[in-house]
């Protein structure tokens, strides 16, 4: 944990700030993960070499702010491949596609990026193999959301979701001996673990996956969080709406002991009646948020009565995933011309 004076330069670095007793607490890790960084570099390198316009289907991260920075640099971001042109240029987004996306674009003869999140990838993998197995699965996860779709694509005949564990009493199985468990990658981990509880007592010789489906960087997210939530009356997560990396962390920190908690897309979302009656702000962000609108968050606190800063840092990221396989051919061949 270190303290520093609240005020934000465009690198995330904190300076400056008077004397006053608020103060905010900047929880750690937050922010890009390493499969957003993927994602997001994915698309920006696409557009410097191939150029604009590089379509990309459904939004590659599910932030507001990054969405419309890329579109400003040339990407079309669509829902569906039939609104791509015969031939373009694809990336499929972080939270992955079914196979039936993939034969679309074979079909339509489009050129795809596959920008998938390794973690996504590797519940897909599961998905097939369990499957191939026989097994009856349960996908836990959230209705309609882009990777639940992908994931239940890989094996639709033998995939059922849950949401919740209230869900659980409603799963139909042909054999309670060959039931395994997978789940989204971006849940509350208390709940999830809370419905395999249940599925556990539905199924005691459920199956779990090789490793935990959720990813190391949303557990993180949510560790730190629970850390600073416990001294803080409000706690402000910085996130886009349909991200549920993000909508989670608000519901952990409530659960973590904070009085109040909302999620913003940045500082001008912040209602000042928030902060009466506030001594401890905590901040955080979730996995697909650049830490320039955190610093943005942090300034407009600072103004307000918060300008110092706490970061409690919960443990170190290191994981870095390399670029997905067609652009680094392309860009391996350009480099070498």
């Known amino acids: 944990m ?21 103060r905010v607490l900047l929880a750690a890790p937050r922010g890009y993960c390493a499969g957003v960084d993927r994602a997001v570099v994915t698309v920006e390198k696409a557009l410097d070499h191939y150029g604009p316009p590089v379509y990309v289907r459904k939004q590659i991260v599910h932030n507001k702010h990054v969405v419309e920075t890329l579109e400003q640099r040339g990407a079309i971001f669509v829902e569906e491949l039939s609104e791509v042109p015969e031939g373009a240029l694809v990336v499929f987004s972080a939270h992955g596609v079914s196979p039936a996306v993939h034969s679309e674009a074979e079909d339509r003869g489009l050129r795809t990026i596959d920008a998938t999140c390794p973690l996504v990838t590797k519940v897909h993998n599961e998905a097939r193999r369990f499957a191939k197995d026989d097994l009856d699965i349960v996908l836990i996860g959230h209705a309609g959301h882009e990777e639940v779709e992908g994931t239940s694509g890989e094996a639709p005949e033998h995939i059922q979701l849950v949401e919740n564990p209230s869900d659980v009493d409603k799963v139909d199985v042909r054999d309670p001996s060959r039931v395994v468990w997978l789940s989204q990658t971006t849940l509350s981990v208390d709940e999830t673990y809370e419905t395999v509880t249940r599925l556990r007592e539905r199924f005691p010789a459920l199956i779990s996956p090789p490793s935990d489906d959720i990813c190391y960087a949303t557990q993180n997210r ?25 909508v989670r962390l608000v519901e952990v920190a409530l659960d973590a002991g904070a009085d109040a908690s909302y999620r913003i897309d940045n500082a001008s979302e912040i209602d000042e009646a928030w902060l009466e009656g506030v001594t401890t702000v905590g901040v955080t962000s979730g996995a697909s948020v650049p830490e320039d609108l955190v610093a943005g968050v942090v300034s407009w606190l600072g103004e307000r009565g918060f300008p110092t800063v706490e970061e409690h840092r919960t443990t170190e990221e290191s994981l870095i995933f390399s670029l997905p396989r067609e652009l680094r051919r392309d860009l391996k061949t350009a480099a070498s011309e």
């Open 2 to 22: 270190g303290t520093v004076p609240a005020g934000a330069d465009g690198d995330g670095t904190y300076h400056g700030g008077m004397t006053a007793e608020g």
């Open 222 to 246: 949510q560790v730190a969080v629970k850390e600073i939530a416990a001294e803080s009356e409000l706690v402000l997560v910085v996130g886009s709406a349909n991200s549920s990396n993000s």
